[in-house]
């Protein structure tokens, strides 16, 4: 098994084009890919198919990484490997976007990208809406259906600047393992809970802009993100 610094500069190495130490670190995780290979099995796709991707994923992770991200490699390296897959299977599989969706989705973000150029500010979506004349539900469901899941291993870009996943409350510092653990469970969440987390913790939104998003009530939020830290809590005390 190779140790920190060996597989530092085969990163290194990887990413001035020697494909030498490309094979050699996939060589040498590859008990690492199949692992992440087999939680997506029965689904249809061929393991060799769900392989390939996992080693893409993994190129991806080597190309990614940076030491200063203070986690090892293979920690960082697995939601890559997951999130490849994940993505094949979302744009793949039988749920689809439609091409209407997606060409509205292009407009948006475009829209919003010259916007913000522009005024040197988001837009707000009526402001969208009136410019664009799409309906309000119409410009947020066509964002919502290309928006990339976000990564535990994403920058916050606060003033910490740190990571997702280091920003979720803990009584102690938190192992690679404890945080590949929180990553498992955040992912198992239901979609609503998963994006009342992100979007309290790790975008900074209060209760008040939360229920607006999802049309619910400001106590509702506020008693669906208590379950959900006390959920969480009980998943890791039972690990």
């Given at each position: 098994?190779?140790?920190?610094?060996?597989?530092?500069?085969?990163?290194?190495?990887?990413?001035?084009?020697?494909?030498?130490?490309?094979?050699?670190?996939?060589?040498?995780?590859?008990?690492?890919?199949?692992?992440?290979?087999?939680?997506?099995?029965?689904?249809?796709?061929?393991?060799?198919?769900?392989?390939?991707?996992?080693?893409?994923?993994?190129?991806?992770?080597?190309?990614?990484?940076?030491?200063?991200?203070?986690?090892?490699?293979?920690?960082?390296?697995?939601?890559?490997?997951?999130?490849?897959?994940?993505?094949?299977?979302?744009?793949?599989?039988?749920?689809?976007i439609?091409?209407?969706?997606?060409?509205?989705?292009?407009?948006?973000?475009?829209?919003?990208?010259?916007?913000?150029?522009?005024?040197?500010?988001?837009?707000?979506?009526?402001?969208?809406?009136?410019?664009?004349?799409?309906?309000?539900?119409?410009?947020?469901f066509?964002?919502?259906?290309?928006k990339?899941?976000?990564?535990?291993?994403?920058?916050?870009?606060?003033?910490?600047?740190?990571m997702?996943?280091?920003k979720?409350?803990a009584?102690?510092?938190?192992s690679?393992?404890?945080?590949?653990?929180?990553?498992?469970?955040?992912?198992?969440?239901?979609?609503?809970?998963?994006?009342i987390?992100?979007?309290?913790?790790?975008?900074?939104?209060?209760?008040?802009?939360?229920?607006?998003?999802?049309?619910?009530s400001?106590?509702q939020?506020?008693?669906?993100?208590?379950?959900?830290?006390?959920?969480?809590?009980?998943?890791?005390?039972?690990?």
């Open positions: 098994m190779l140790d920190k610094d060996e597989t530092l500069l085969l990163i290194q190495q990887a990413n001035n084009g020697n494909d030498s130490a490309k094979t050699k670190l996939i060589e040498e995780n590859k008990p690492l890919i199949k692992s992440i290979v087999k939680r997506f099995t029965n689904r249809g796709i061929e393991y060799d198919d769900l392989y390939q991707l996992g080693c893409l994923g993994f190129l991806k992770a080597i190309i990614n990484f940076d030491p200063q991200y203070e986690v090892k490699f293979t920690t960082y390296a697995v939601p890559m490997i997951a999130g490849e897959i994940k993505r094949f299977i979302r744009d793949d599989g039988q749920i689809k439609s091409r209407a969706i997606k060409t509205m989705s292009y407009r948006v973000l475009n829209f919003i990208e010259n916007y913000r150029n522009l005024h040197n500010e988001e837009p707000t979506i009526e402001t969208i809406s009136n410019e664009l004349k799409i309906n309000k539900e119409d410009i947020v066509a964002l919502e259906s290309v990339t899941p976000i990564s535990l291993y994403e920058k916050t870009n606060d003033d910490e600047n740190l997702i996943l280091d979720i409350p009584k102690k510092d938190l690679d393992d404890d945080k590949i653990l929180i990553t498992d469970i955040i992912k198992k969440l239901p979609e609503r809970e998963q994006k987390i992100i979007l309290r913790y790790f975008r900074d939104q209060t209760q008040s802009e939360i229920a607006n998003v999802l049309g619910v400001q106590v939020v506020s008693r669906l993100e208590n379950k959900i830290i006390e959920k969480i809590k009980k998943e890791l005390s039972a690990e």
